[in-house]
């Protein structure tokens, strides 16, 4: 346990704040192995809970949980040029096995794609074997060379890969937009953080895609992050690693290709939304505690009773299916308690002292707001459950009203890099279409294009680079 | 789907018979990297069912899963020196990060007490972080030179890894007994596979370990699988990682730790001890799919109301909580159903046809014994049910029956190599201990001593090999 709190106020101090939220809060721990980091358990069960979350929606709609080996030899990455151009430089190479050095070096998995649609072409023969909807929840690689970053960055990570094939166009296309959809409603409805959703351009698209849709939101410091992705991938893999079949027409036809995925960075996103100066505030849904019980301890007969009435409670949430903690350690003192589980991030904390135990009641205090109520004792699980609710709610609420906020619309270029120095956050401007502006806009400012919105909305200006006429209006930002 | 079931017989060429049923019941595929495999989707069903009662078991014991990464640098590795010695032949080295050669080269993990621990030395500082307990899912690589086979030996598998850190070896020593028993109840109440356990001898043990404790079977060829181990490390990585706390005696104290595991190797054990000629025949209660309804199709009307009967019992098993599959697919015939189900494994057969609609029944068929019973409509559920449970244990039963059958004591040496040709299995002998018989036995005959088991049997003869005075009997056998 971590004895000191956070000692920097987020406003002042992003980057440190969230440094110390995650390691204080023992959601994460540096690794001994440089940009590598070590998943902790209160962050691990919330993996768990997105994966619980994730499991049951793809498994209704028929995906199947599998998994494909880690090893990707480099003859299978290079098929595809764009997909090797794309990911070798961040491709960490096994070149030895035991004592002997290996004929052919393996990557280890930045994607799967290669490996798994070298076997599609022995699994798919006839239109009876489409549509395939695989997945696997495994670790991923990818040797980054910037600076890293508790869960946002880092050289290992974990995560879900998606890879379906079909049989039309039409199915496809239905299937990236089914993966997105569940994925809002994942980070929406659970996680509590809003999100834009659209298309990306050209130039920020997964490497061989047709075209690549995501997810984004705007973090606390004004910049971007991308929350998921799902691919549509044409025809481009299925003829490098000719996935065909054979149609009701008798006809060879190659498959439709979609794949998506979310990573542990939506952990990191949930901590630097949601937290505040005391710590982090865990989103009901996810939290793997819901309700901390802390018995405020007395002398004698009194402090018996406490404990007896605070063990009730607990396991009367626990029967209603409550996640509860009753820290009725020795060792700590209250205020401690309070102090930890509010670094925690606990959604409810419940006091129990001689005086509530007298008038039959409980102390309840939201982590969101600081919100202290006495409840009826009687009144217990029924409050419980409604403040749960509030409280999901609420933190939805103020996370969509700061992501409004941080979104401006401009008329002009000087406009433009003004708001993006002063403000951050998305920038929505007129775009002709071009990657060279795009370009120029990531030269000069290093923002780049997060999305294009699914929401169209008509260009009020002409583009607000190249002063042509703007097809579109995108969203532009600094990102993660 | 494969369109042909498995064309040997168990009893005549087992090995052969084994990959057919892998490959033909689709648990899994030969992966295009050597050495390695694809789970495919049945049998990563099973193992999601292993990780929940697992996971189950040891959340309610204050476990807590968590994820460290899977590079470990080479200097971590060498810190036990036993440990580095027995795991340094088999390891994948990663020495190039894109396009930079490494400074050290990295392991992948062949298994994390290294990495676990060097971190446990900062997490852990006094009594009040004791006992820690903590456990990951994760893939593991071990660069085996041997033959691979599917899930029992191959470079790349799944594993789930426990380890515990304590204040005293006597918790120490029960943690090792808690995994244990754990397992043996997943292996005989889920998988129905009954184990012997007991320890390791110490040219068998964990390399780094203080002793070893093991689960293991006789697979049908009368072979040994090793199915799980719990280790006790005293404190040989504690010394080595400098893991200690401060006592409620203000005293600086070394952990006693444990670790203990087991694989996706169980899944080939399930299917080698349960399938037969047909193909694989799955556990109840692992079984991804318990029910399979097959409705025989016949013209007009009375088609349409099989349809509507079969969906409306397999809603009906849904909605008891029974997996279940109504396999209503028009382009197979009834009977083509039956051979890819039988072949697959699924517990329960539902036929309903013409003659039972009328009848109001439909006909249940164990694939386990073959036995076809008319089921009327009304006790379908209760019918599922039992028959789910007498499946599961006459499973069991058999399975034990077999394993003791395959269990023989020897008085002799000579009778010792006459059962280990003719019979196989497991061959309880008088041992004196020492690690040169147990050599000799290894270089003469390939049996090694599998378990020294908890229940101890007085030895009725002296040292098989040597003669001499005998402390104990153990269990040898051939072994994957």
Redesign the interface.
Known sequence: ?SDTGVTVKKSQDFSEWYVQVVLKAELA?Y???KG??????DA??V??KIQEIVNQKIKATGH??????????ES?LKKEAEHFEGF????????????SPLDE??A?RPTSET?MY??FN??IRSW??LPLK?NQW??I?R?E?KATKLFLRT??F?WQEGHTAHATAEEAEAEVIYALNEYRDVMENYLAIPVVVGTKSDSEKFAGALYTTALESIMPDGKALQMGTSHNLGQHFAKVFDVKFIGEDKQDHFVWQTSWGITTRLIGAMIMVHGDDRGLIMPPKVAPTQVVIVPIPFKGLEAEAIAAKTKEIAEKLKTHGVSVLLDDRN?YTPGWKFHQWELKGIPIRIELGPRDLKQGQVVMVRRDTGQKTPVNETDILSTVDKLLVEIQDSMFIKAKAFLQDKTTAVQSYEEFKKVLEEKGGFIKAAWCGSADCEAKVKDETGATIRIRPFQKEEPTTNCIVCAKKANETVYFARSY
């Open positions: 346990m721990d690794a001994p192995v590598c980091m070590i998943i902790r358990e691990y069960a993996w768990e199947k949980n599998v998994y494909f080996p880690m090893f990707i030899p299978f070798t430089p961040e491709v960490a190479w096994i070149t030895q096995g035991g004592d070096r393996l280890v490996i070298a076997t022995k699994w009876r074997d695989i495994c670790n690689v040797w060379t050289r290992e974990l060792e």
